[in-house]
């Protein structure tokens, strides 16, 4: 299978080179909203009658970067029960359940739960069974950054996918970025350099949180349900890593400690005499962008006395530059991803951090750093982030599931979800448990 997959899959250096081939690949039905309203809005008004009418008379499966893009419905049940059909309506195939699809790629527990509360693993897992029911009726398979969503252990699934539409001899095209399926941690040089940066010590409480995860959408089944958290007090140094696989709630972790999500208890973060909450980079960070143009996230107020989102922007990238420049790998990316008045994902993620780091948060949070960049900018990135961080104050937490970052943080939380314990009492659909290994 390594040769097959390394036949079918094509490099690229930059996000917006992988998009636009993926967008042929899809006949320009998908609009871009990585550069804000206008670049989405000139895409979705070239969309021709004769382009939809392409994918009726070649029907293709295909996987956007951001897996969520391509599920049109509220639950896994109703995604697979539509693709059921429409394997169905073309050639009367009747042999794979939703049931049976939904256990071969691990969703059997989430198939009625909304799919707005997936996690980032759960998600991909789910549009890998939409197109795998997609293969009765497709002529290929297109699939953007197959190797960035899930960990080691979920592999499996995309595996499983894959040797599906080789064994009806169907087309499969994985557009890759570089280095995206490197599972090689970062180099000893690159982690000792930014150790030199002076590391902030924090600390994080939880006490008796819930989470909420909203009702299912089965009408029989339609009670709210709760993910519950351990207690935790752990002294932490920045940078912290927050590992984990696909599914275990690290992504809840990082949501409760910002606020983005409503949570019954205590959850704090404290850096010297401050206590608050901390600021998120989310690994869906288009969808973050809320289609704001880069002008748009770079007006965003900010506190009296303190850098403009612009400085720190520039400072970001000056270090981001340096550590490329330092590489023996480097990509000659930045600049040219951009075109004209739009910017490239790295400009608008690098925004999206000075933002934040304007107000003085508790912390920063950066959710799956890597997405949408190739490895040396990703490590290149990150480490910009970091050091221009501590400058602030700011201590920073990672959440990842790639090995990676893991000779990098000077302290890290481990996370795994467990089921529910057997008491009737517990009114939780399944705990998360947390691990610390402090400096």
Same mark, same amino acid.
């Given at each position: 299978?390594?040769?097959?997959?390394?036949?079918?899959?094509?490099?690229?250096?930059?996000?917006?080179?992988?998009?636009?081939?993926?967008?042929?690949?899809?006949?320009?039905?998908?609009?871009?909203?990585?550069?804000?309203?206008?670049?989405?809005?000139?895409?979705?008004?070239?969309?021709?009658?004769?382009?939809?009418?392409?994918?009726?008379?070649?029907?293709?499966?295909?996987?956007?970067?951001?897996?969520?893009?391509?599920?049109?419905?509220?639950?896994?049940?109703?995604?697979?029960?539509?693709?059921?059909?429409?394997?169905?309506?073309?050639?009367?195939?009747?042999?794979?359940?939703?049931?049976?699809?939904?256990?071969?790629?691990?969703?059997?527990?989430?198939?009625?739960?909304?799919?707005?509360?997936?996690?980032?693993?759960?998600?991909?897992?789910?549009?890998?069974?939409?197109?795998?029911?997609?293969?009765?009726?497709?002529?290929?398979?297109?699939?953007?950054?197959?190797?960035?969503?899930?960990?080691?252990?979920?592999?499996?699934?995309?595996?499983?996918?894959?040797?599906?539409?080789?064994?009806?001899?169907?087309?499969?095209?994985?557009?890759?970025?570089?280095?995206?399926?490197?599972?090689?941690?970062?180099?000893?040089?690159?982690?000792?350099?930014?150790?030199?940066?002076?590391?902030?010590?924090?600390?994080?409480?939880?006490?008796?949180?819930?989470?909420?995860?909203?009702?299912?959408?089965?009408?029989?089944?339609?009670?709210?349900?709760?993910?519950?958290?351990?207690?935790?007090?752990?002294?932490?140094?920045?940078?912290?890593?927050?590992?984990?696989?696909?599914?275990?709630?690290?992504?809840?972790?990082?949501?409760?400690?910002?606020?983005?999500?409503?949570?019954?208890?205590?959850?704090?973060?404290?850096?010297?005499?401050?206590?608050?909450?901390?600021?998120?980079?989310?690994?869906?960070?288009?969808?973050?962008?809320?289609?704001?143009?880069?002008?748009?996230?770079?007006?965003?107020?900010?506190?009296?006395?303190?850098?403009?989102?612009?400085?720190?922007?520039?400072?970001?990238?000056?270090?981001?530059?340096?550590?490329?420049?330092?590489?023996?790998?480097?990509?000659?990316?930045?600049?040219?991803?951009?075109?004209?008045?739009?910017?490239?994902?790295?400009?608008?993620? %690098? +925004?999206?951090?000075?933002?934040?780091?304007? @107000?003085? $948060?508790?912390? #920063? *949070?950066?959710?799956? &750093?890597? /997405?949408?960049?190739?490895?040396?900018?990703?490590?290149?990135?990150?480490? %910009? +982030?970091?050091?221009?961080?501590?400058?602030? @104050?700011? $201590?920073?937490? #990672? *959440?990842?599931?790639? &090995?990676? /970052?893991?000779?990098?943080?000077?302290?890290?939380?481990?996370?795994?979800?467990?089921?529910?314990?057997?008491?009737?009492?517990?009114?939780?659909?399944?705990?998360?448990?947390?691990?610390?290994?402090?400096?």
């Amino acid at each position: 299978m390594k040769e097959s997959l390394l036949r079918s899959t094509k490099y690229f250096n930059t996000y917006e080179e992988r998009e636009e081939t993926f967008r042929q690949r899809v006949f320009s039905v998908i609009p871009r909203k990585y550069s804000g309203p206008k670049l989405f809005w000139r895409d979705f008004g070239g969309i021709s009658l004769n382009e939809l009418l392409k994918l009726i008379e070649q029907p293709i499966a295909y996987i956007t970067s951001n897996p969520r893009d391509c599920l049109a419905f509220g639950t896994p049940w109703q995604v697979l029960t539509a693709a059921q059909l429409c394997a169905q309506n073309q050639n009367n195939d009747l042999s794979l359940s939703v049931e049976k699809v939904a256990e071969d790629f691990g969703l059997h527990e989430n198939l009625f739960q909304p799919i707005r509360t997936l996690s980032g693993g759960e998600t991909v897992k789910l549009a890998l069974a939409k197109a795998y029911l997609y293969a009765a009726f497709s002529q290929r398979l297109t699939i953007a950054s197959p190797f960035s969503w899930l960990s080691r252990d979920n592999r499996l699934y995309f595996q499983r996918l894959f040797q599906h539409y080789v064994n009806r001899s169907l087309q499969v095209e994985l557009l890759a970025l570089e280095g995206e399926d490197s599972n090689e941690q970062v180099d000893n040089s690159d982690a000792r350099q930014n150790k030199t940066t002076q590391p902030i010590d924090f600390s994080i409480s939880l006490k008796d949180v819930r989470i909420s995860l909203g009702s299912s959408l089965n009408p029989i089944h339609s009670q709210d349900t709760f993910a519950a958290v351990d207690d935790l007090q752990a002294d932490l140094t920045s940078p912290c890593l927050i590992v984990g696989e696909n599914g275990q709630g690290k992504s809840l972790i990082a949501k409760i400690i910002t606020g983005a999500i409503a949570s019954q208890g205590n959850a704090k973060l404290n850096r010297k005499n401050k206590s608050g909450p901390a600021r998120l980079l989310f690994q869906d960070v288009i969808n973050q962008t809320l289609l704001r143009s880069f002008d748009a996230i770079a007006a965003l107020s900010y506190r009296v006395g303190l850098a403009k989102p612009l400085e720190i922007y520039d400072k970001i990238l000056s270090e981001y530059r340096l550590y490329l420049n330092n590489s023996k790998n480097a990509p000659a990316d930045f600049g040219k991803a951009g075109k004209g008045e739009f910017r490239s994902l790295l400009q608008i993620k %690098a +925004i999206l951090v000075a933002v934040r780091l304007c @107000g003085q $948060p508790c912390a #920063l *949070i950066l959710d799956e &750093p890597d /997405w949408g960049l190739n490895r040396e900018s990703a490590i290149a990135f990150v480490l %910009a +982030i970091i050091k221009v961080s501590h400058a602030l @104050g700011t $201590p920073v937490l #990672l *959440i990842s599931h790639k &090995p990676w /970052w893991l000779k990098l943080p000077n302290s890290t939380i481990s996370v795994r979800r467990t089921p529910k314990e057997t008491d009737k009492n517990k009114n939780y659909s399944f705990q998360i448990k947390l691990t610390c290994d402090g400096p």
